[in-house]
């Protein structure tokens, strides 16, 4: 195994897809000539060329479209948003166009499609490009939505996701493509549509994706050091959802939280609950929390855009609270 | 033009100048955050184009827009303490370097969507035309921002609806590190327009005397009711698109073949060459400038951080 960079992982997963299969390319803004602005395909373009990694003008619902239309013809686009932000702009191509094209024509058209957006907070970026709408795009049949928390993940889930013939959202961490992890060598995928347990305890079971599985595994640690330990479900996939392992760790602490980066409202820590609530009442010890973001635009200001997030802190004083509860 | 315009309006480039060589320094020292566009290079746009509007007038511009604040009368001080954050920005800190903005001054903000804020120019002059004032609203935006389906929308609804528009493509040649003829089918976006029936024209955006001549006289055609124009400034960004941009899509030398056309540097020269001004008393102004970024700067560093309780506020106008 090797410790390589999120960056790297997913870097790697794309380059040995296009190798592998000629009718995988990329199109999106700025991923050729500059490498990408999260410099994701860096030399790729020299390696495969304009065609193949191909710079498009600033016109998120085009380059959607252009997707969709080239996947029904068999091709297999991995189409880059250079933050997932923008995908509000190429919104009906998403949701009405892609996530629903299979089922509306009776599983005649079939679109091999990956849409790789960079989504998160924590960098000042203001209210307009610093969101975490992973939920909104899982609110959609049709469309399914990977959001990997860890380098091994996200070179399986990506290159499953290249190979699968479903429309799907691939949402990375813009604060995250610099976290080190080990990553299998060689040809490995990673089923999407499993969620997987990343931390074994028997106290409390966290359940999280992305950014927040570092935030929670840190929470952890710090918990560990009183004598707490929890359990952590990496959801991995936010659609189709897994709660397999959710519901296994639950049955067995009776207590859970759910730690998500975006709002709480409408999130995805209520589908959980809700999940939890529906499918194991009779297990349930203590009310579930949810740890999530403030219900606020996120503002430029660093120390208030920090107490919007949710932190280590955060995480820690949930898990308190569902064992004092 | 009297005499005093012209030296307002060299003063006010050099303070945009020297206010973005100085933020630059505070972004290395982590003062400021986020994304920092620099305007280098295209101050003569702005800067002629809104010299030449009316107090009503209204301005709406991108990210790109600590030039712009300025020459819609925002002060210094009020543009520096957003870029560090504080909550005697413009906009409460809350909006940070794409975000200024000033509604009593009519400028309506930078917008960090490409091409997002041309649909509401727009509304913005469809407001004007409803309630019958003759106010002409000038939209900026950049030649990248051409491409996206916002602005033909925006300028087909401006036409069909004869809306007191300017818009202003700022053509530096490049969104982000793709050269315009890599993005558009027309590497004129005069052509553009003239696809929607608009009246046109390609002016020398380096030229801060030429931006303001055509810009007054587009400004007034329209304010008497010609219907929307639009206005190519052929400018080029001397610094990277943000802090950070490795800059590998064009070369060093294309680079400094344009800094030679510094459009500061163009204006001085002008104003020597037609007396206006001796280079004494253009000296005298860079200092008033650097005095007034100086002191910008210190306010700003001296500003409060916003309350926390700011954090819940402006969510909604009512609770
Ligand atoms: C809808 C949307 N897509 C992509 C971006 C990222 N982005 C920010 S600026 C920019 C380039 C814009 O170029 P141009 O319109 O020419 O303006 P310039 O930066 O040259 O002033 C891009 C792609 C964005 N902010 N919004
Ligand atoms: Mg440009």
Not at chain 2, 42 to 48: D, I, L, N, P, R
Request: with cysteine; proline share 5%.
């Amino acid at each position: 195994m090797a410790r390589i960079t999120m960056r790297e992982a997913i870097s790697q997963a794309l380059w040995e897809e296009m190798e592998r299969d000629p009718s995988v390319f990329i199109l999106g803004e700025e991923v050729g000539v500059w490498g990408g602005t999260y410099a994701v395909t860096k030399g790729f373009y020299d390696h495969f060329g304009p065609e193949r990694v191909r710079d498009t003008p600033i016109a998120e619902s085009g380059i959607i479209g252009a997707a969709i239309g080239a996947a029904l013809t068999g091709l297999r686009p991995v189409a880059e948003l250079m933050t997932i932000n923008f995908a509000f702009s190429a919104m009906d191509h998403i949701v009405n166009q892609a996530a629903k094209l299979h089922y509306m024509f009776g599983g005649q058209m079939v679109l091999p499609l990956v849409i790789r957006a960079v989504g998160g907070g924590g960098r000042q970026l203001g209210a307009t490009h610093s969101q975490t709408p992973d939920a909104i795009f899982a609110h959609f049949p049709g469309l399914k939505v990977v959001a990997p928390g860890t380098p091994a993940d996200a070179k399986g889930l990506l290159k499953s996701a290249i190979r699968s013939n479903d429309p799907i959202l691939f949402i990375e961490h813009a604060t995250l493509y610099q976290m080190r992890g080990e990553v299998p060598e060689g040809d490995y995928t990673i089923p999407i549509g499993k969620s997987t347990v990343q931390r074994a305890g028997k106290d409390v079971t966290i359940v999280t994706y992305s950014k927040m599985l570092e935030i929670s595994l840190k929470a952890a640690e710090q918990l560990s050091k009183e004598g707490i330990e929890v359990e952590i479900v990496d959801l991995r996939t936010l659609r189709p959802l897994d709660m397999d392992p959710v519901l296994e760790s639950f049955k067995k602490t009776n207590r859970a939280v759910i730690v998500e980066e975006g709002w709480k409202s409408y999130g995805v820590g209520a589908e959980i609950a809700a999940r939890i609530y529906e499918e194991a009442f009779d297990y349930v010890d203590a009310p579930i929390r949810r740890v999530a973001q403030k219900e606020v635009p996120l503002p430029y200001n660093r120390t208030l855009e920090q107490m919007a997030l949710p932190k280590v802190e955060d995480v820690v004083q949930a898990v308190r609270e569902v064992l004092n509860g | 033009m009297e005499k005093d315009e012209y030296l307002r309006m060299y003063k006010e480039m050099v303070i945009i100048r020297r206010l973005e060589e100085r933020s630059a320094e505070l972004y290395q020292q982590g003062k400021i955050g986020g994304f920092l566009h620099l305007y280098i290079g295209q101050e003569a746009v702005s800067t002629g184009l809104i010299s030449a509007r009316k107090p009503q007038d209204r301005v709406i511009t991108a990210y790109r827009d600590h030039g712009v604040a300025i020459n819609c009368g925002l002060s210094a001080r009020e543009v520096m303490a957003e870029l560090l954050g504080k909550a005697t920005g413009c906009s409460k800190g809350k909006g940070g370097s794409m975000h200024l903005a000033d509604v009593t001054k009519n400028f309506w903000g930078g917008h960090a969507i490409v091409g997002a804020h041309l649909p509401i120019a727009t509304g913005l002059a469809l407001g004007d035309a409803y309630t019958g004032q003759k106010n002409v609203t000038i939209c900026m935006f950049g030649d990248g921002a051409t491409n996206i389906g916002y602005f033909h929308e925006a300028l087909n609804m401006s036409k069909i609806w004869n809306l007191p528009v300017l818009w202003v493509c700022e053509n530096n040649q490049y969104g982000m590190g793709t050269a315009v003829e890599r993005a558009s089918a027309v590497s004129e976006i005069i052509q553009k327009a003239q696809a929607y029936g608009m009246p046109s024209r390609r002016v020398d955006g380096m030229d801060v005397v030429a931006m303001r001549q055509a810009a007054e006289e587009m400004i007034e055609a329209i304010r008497e009711g010609a219907g929307p124009m639009l206005m190519e400034a052929m400018t080029y960004r001397f610094r990277g698109h943000s802090m950070g941009d490795p800059e590998r899509y064009r070369k060093p030398e294309e680079v400094h073949r344009y800094q030679e056309n510094d459009p500061i540097g163009i204006f001085r020269q002008y104003l020597q060459e037609n007396g206006i001004a001796t280079e004494e008393a253009l000296n005298q102004l860079d200092d008033e400038a650097e005095a007034i970024v100086e002191d910008a700067v210190q306010f700003a560093e001296a500003s409060p951080e916003p309350q926390p309780h700011e954090l819940f506020e402006h969510i909604y106008v009512e609770a």
